[in-house]
């Protein structure tokens, strides 16, 4: 029935899960596993939507040849990207209409809730690509492919989620060979590693704008599962790896998932992951984390604390607890349902700058917190961006560092509780947008800035980093791992090349250095 599958991945960028290159995501990886799963045999074709639009041609003539074409795409919470620009809305809508006579079905957060396009607008509703697609899967889709190959179109179901890892892992390790087909293999490729999914604080909602709580109960995956797929991605070349797919890694076997939205860190059981995964990849570059809940570390210090020294002790330096702190006005963050209130969170600046503010061997310290900062929310008013700077200064004067502050406005999806209040969002960010730009350059200039002279301070070595592209007389390099800073390095040096560079002076975003 199938030969031939060909994957276009739009990328996606989620709370939880980052596919923009040099990162790829789960999506790629369940999608091959679960078609190898089936039949080895079939032929799987992965395109990245950059190389689509290079060899747009080259790229319809494949998925013309194929039997069926999958799209991934979902950028929930844009950013911006150095390494790749992820699928518009027009060129989603526009490629799989130059397909009309293909099987074709959409996969990602878009398939579940929306298409994305940007902070403080809402998403294009799923249904705005009913008869684009031969399917739209907004469940999970290994398990509908399995069932597709197996069964056929009239047994698979787009709409189921799965219930456990069985499946889901076979699929993570029989699709772990895909990399060989990313751009950036062999090079700075960062592969994105699940190890739960659903957020903990489903019981009570979640935030008012997160698709993490809408999965359910959270579902981890064991430490042996995990354990073996990186040892196949690591067999097929994989180096860089970031556990970057879940709301939270101190949940992560946590004691009392179901029962409390903020169950208690299981320090031993994240050691053993951590231990198992530098036993199964011996000489990997990158070993990163993304996101820690900071009620968690408040509401279990102690557990917490020892955690975080278990992954500083087995993970490599540069790595970023990304904090979902989303804003420091009390009014905000309980018409929101946030996690921490201020003095809550700057509790928890401190104890990672304590636990892992020592220097590494790259240059940078070994993790640090990093904050978001989202406007547009229910509650806010001029005084919360009065609110958010006051903080931020108070961090900055006590001498703690925040390796990024990632200000933007909400993006709201469809699912989510914010979708009904899609209306007061559109207004608050029309009214307060002078505001928003004001505090915006504000913070790079104040904070930012001295936040980067306390990272990498002028006169710091800074090692290992790819050079990924030259912009005018200048080459731009990065350390492959979680929220990298920019080196501008003011002499052509030819790309993928990896040098060490001496800090030479600093801005609020990137660093300026000599190649050493």
């Keep these: 029935m199938f030969?031939?599958?060909?994957?276009?991945?739009?990328?996606?960028?989620e709370p939880a899960g980052l596919g923009v290159p040099p990162y790829i995501n789960t999506y790629p990886r369940l999608i091959a596993g679960a078609v190898w799963l089936v039949d080895k045999n079939i032929d799987v074709r992965y395109w990245t939507i950059d190389d689509a639009r290079r060899l747009m041609d080259e790229f319809l003539h494949e998925a013309k040849t194929s039997d069926l074409v999958v799209f991934i795409a979902g950028s929930e919470v844009p950013g911006r990207y150095i390494g790749g620009r992820p699928i518009s809305f027009n060129e989603l809508y526009n490629i799989a209409s130059l397909l009309h006579d293909r099987?074709?079905?959409?996969?990602?957060p878009a398939a579940r809730y929306g298409f994305g396009h940007g902070g403080g607008r809402r998403a294009y509703s799923r249904r705005e690509f009913r008869g684009l697609f031969t399917d739209i899967v907004y469940g999970d889709v290994e398990i509908y492919l399995y069932d597709l190959l197996r069964y056929?179109?009239?047994k698979a179901e787009p709409w189921r989620l799965r219930e456990d890892y069985r499946l889901t892992d076979k699929a993570f390790r029989y699709g772990a060979k895909i990399i060989i087909q990313h751009p950036n293999y062999g090079w700075n490729l960062i592969v994105e590693i699940e190890t739960y999914r659903g957020c903990t604080r489903w019981i009570s909602g979640g935030c008012s704008f997160c698709i993490e709580p809408r999965y359910g109960r959270p579902l981890m995956r064991s430490i042996t599962s995990i354990v073996e797929e990186i040892g196949e991605l690591y067999r097929w070349g994989a180096r860089h790896f970031r556990l970057g797919?879940?709301?939270d890694i101190l949940a992560y076997m946590a004691r009392g998932v179901g029962e409390d939205e903020y169950p208690k860190p299981d320090p031993e059981a994240l050691e053993k992951l951590f231990y198992g995964i530098r036993t199964a990849a011996p000489g990997l570059r990158t070993l990163h984390i993304d996101n820690v809940n900071p009620g968690t570390i408040i509401h279990h210090i102690e557990e917490s604390i020892r955690a975080l020294k278990f992954i500083v002790k087995y993970h490599t330096p540069g790595d970023v607890a990304a904090l979902g702190v989303e804003s420091f006005d009390p009014e905000v963050i309980k018409r929101n349902n946030l996690k921490t209130m201020p003095d809550e969170t700057i509790r928890v600046v401190e104890i990672i700058n304590r636990i892992g503010g020592i220097r590494g061997w790259n240059g940078l310290p070994h993790l640090l917190p990093g904050i978001n900062l989202l406007y547009g929310l229910p509650g806010e008013s001029r005084e919360t961006y009065r609110i958010n700077y006051d903080y931020l200064k108070k961090i900055l004067d006590r001498g703690?560092?925040?390796?990024?502050?990632?200000?933007?406005k909400v993006a709201v999806l469809e699912n989510t509780?914010?979708?009904m209040h899609r209306n007061t969002v559109k207004h608050l960010l029309r009214k307060h947008n002078r505001l928003y730009e004001y505090y915006r350059v504000k913070i790079m200039d104040r904070i930012d800035r001295r936040m980067m002279e306390r990272i990498l301070p002028p006169g710091t070595l800074h090692r290992y980093l790819y050079v990924e592209k030259h912009v005018d007389t200048y080459s731009i390099a990065r350390f492959p791992g979680s929220y990298p800073v920019?080196?501008?390095?003011?002499?052509?040096?030819?790309l993928r090349k990896i040098v060490d560079a001496r800090i030479r002076s600093v801005s609020a975003k990137s660093v300026i250095g000599l190649p050493s």
């Design 400 to 408: 703690y560092m925040v390796r990024r502050i990632n200000i933007r």
């Design 103 to 108: 099987n074709k079905i959409l996969v990602g």
């Design 3 to 13: 030969s031939k599958i060909v994957i276009l991945d739009g990328y996606t960028d």
């Design 152 to 154: 056929g179109w009239e």
């Design 245 to 247: 797919k879940q709301p």
């Design 417 to 419: 509780p914010l979708w």
């Design 486 to 494: 920019v080196v501008k390095i003011p002499v052509k040096i030819p």
